[in-house]
């Protein structure tokens, strides 16, 4: 009854210590995930935002053509929608939830090419150059865009990055001290069982290596929870937001799995030698007053 007994302490041990590690290595994988496409979902928020090159009215339609195709072939423009008067009078009157055009009995609005910038031209700096260029065009009256929206959206990617990383850095010791502290804590509970084993002749280093191989199998079936859990988290992420591809990225997936085995079983293989050198040192009365 007794070995029965410290057997199932010993497996409620090992069961509380795996668990305790996959939760603090899922944290540090979505994290790290968070970091990977933090670069990747900025520049997708500023490319979502668009310039409209408003059209003078009558343009013919080789024109409009021509210039599209320019506007498709500059190195700034990630891709383009010509939107003619018409449809822009019905989406505005969808916006409106009102026929303006009935009201009004003509149409006020112009026809326009709608451009999706690269994240990299999508800052007001960047915008008014293009403006300055795309100002050479005849068939263009005017170039609109959000310029307030625009300086915002920058300043607010900005400052989250810095926030990300400071946030990242400070889970990342949080996480690296609670593995220890878990893993110190389970090495302190069999301190009796080392003292024995020192007591009937058992060296050091013959007392590390079932520890440090229990301590590598506890690692890697961490990592591969953690990474079970992941998986299902961007599982969700395609299903709820297919339009964001690179979430889904293999190979960011693939070297963000292989870092948590990396990490799983390097933190536990480490905190557990020292966890053990630090009670192999103890002395009788240490054991009972820890």
């Given at each position: 009854m007794a070995d029965q007994s410290t057997s199932l302490r010993l497996t409620y041990s090992y069961i509380t210590t795996v668990i305790s590690i996959?939760?603090?290595?899922?944290?540090?994988?979505?994290?790290?995930?968070?970091?990977?496409?933090?670069?990747?979902?900025?520049?997708?928020?500023k490319e979502n935002i668009s310039i409209s090159v408003i059209l003078k009215d009558n343009v013919k339609e080789a024109d409009i053509i021509y210039l599209q195709k320019k506007l498709d072939a500059a190195p700034?423009?990630?891709?383009?929608?010509?939107?003619?008067?018409?449809?822009?009078?019905?989406?505005?009157?969808?916006?409106?939830?009102?026929?303006?055009?009935?009201?009004?009995?003509?149409?006020?609005?112009?026809?326009?090419?709608?451009?999706?910038?690269?994240?990299?031209?999508?800052?007001?700096?960047?915008?008014?150059?293009?403006?300055?260029?795309?100002?050479?065009?005849?068939?263009?009256?005017?170039?609109?865009?959000q310029k307030n929206l625009v300086h915002l959206l920058n300043e607010n990617i900005?400052?989250?990055?810095?926030?990300l990383l400071i946030f990242t850095s400070l889970m990342f010791f949080i996480s690296l001290t609670l593995i220890n502290?878990?893993?110190?804590?389970?090495?302190?509970?069999?301190?009796?069982?080392?003292?024995?084993?020192?007591?009937?002749?058992?060296?050091?280093?013959?007392?590390?290596?079932?520890?440090?191989?229990?301590?590598?199998i506890q690692g890697f079936v961490?990592?591969?929870?953690?990474?079970?859990?992941?998986?299902?988290?961007?599982?969700?992420?395609?299903?709820?937001?297919p339009e964001i591809t690179f979430f889904y990225d293999v190979n960011t997936i693939l070297l963000l799995l292989g870092s948590l085995y990396i990490v799983g079983i390097f933190i536990t293989v480490v905190s557990t030698?020292?966890?053990?050198?630090?009670?192999?040192?103890?002395k009788l009365d240490k054991l009972y007053y820890g």
């Amino acid at each position: 009854m007794a070995d029965q007994s410290t057997s199932l302490r010993l497996t409620y041990s090992y069961i509380t210590t795996v668990i305790s590690i996959t939760l603090v290595l899922f944290l540090l994988g979505l994290i790290g995930f968070l970091t990977i496409n933090a670069r990747k979902i900025s520049d997708y928020v500023k490319e979502n935002i668009s310039i409209s090159v408003i059209l003078k009215d009558n343009v013919k339609e080789a024109d409009i053509i021509y210039l599209q195709k320019k506007l498709d072939a500059a190195p700034y423009v990630k891709s383009t929608e010509f939107i003619p008067k018409d449809k822009a009078a019905r989406q505005l009157s969808k916006q409106l939830g009102e026929d303006f055009v009935s009201f009004l009995g003509y149409n006020p609005l112009l026809s326009s090419i709608k451009a999706h910038l690269y994240a990299d031209y999508a800052n007001n700096d960047s915008i008014a150059k293009i403006e300055k260029e795309l100002s050479k065009f005849g068939q263009i009256k005017e170039i609109y865009y959000q310029k307030n929206l625009v300086h915002l959206l920058n300043e607010n990617i900005k400052n989250i990055n810095l926030i990300l990383l400071i946030f990242t850095s400070l889970m990342f010791f949080i996480s690296l001290t609670l593995i220890n502290n878990t893993i110190r804590l389970s090495v302190y509970s069999k301190r009796f069982l080392l003292y024995t084993m020192q007591l009937i002749g058992a060296t050091r280093g013959f007392i590390r290596k079932p520890f440090l191989i229990s301590a590598v199998i506890q690692g890697f079936v961490s990592a591969s929870l953690a990474g079970m859990m992941l998986l299902v988290l961007v599982y969700y992420l395609k299903r709820e937001f297919p339009e964001i591809t690179f979430f889904y990225d293999v190979n960011t997936i693939l070297l963000l799995l292989g870092s948590l085995y990396i990490v799983g079983i390097f933190i536990t293989v480490v905190s557990t030698y020292f966890a053990l050198n630090k009670q192999l040192k103890s002395k009788l009365d240490k054991l009972y007053y820890g």
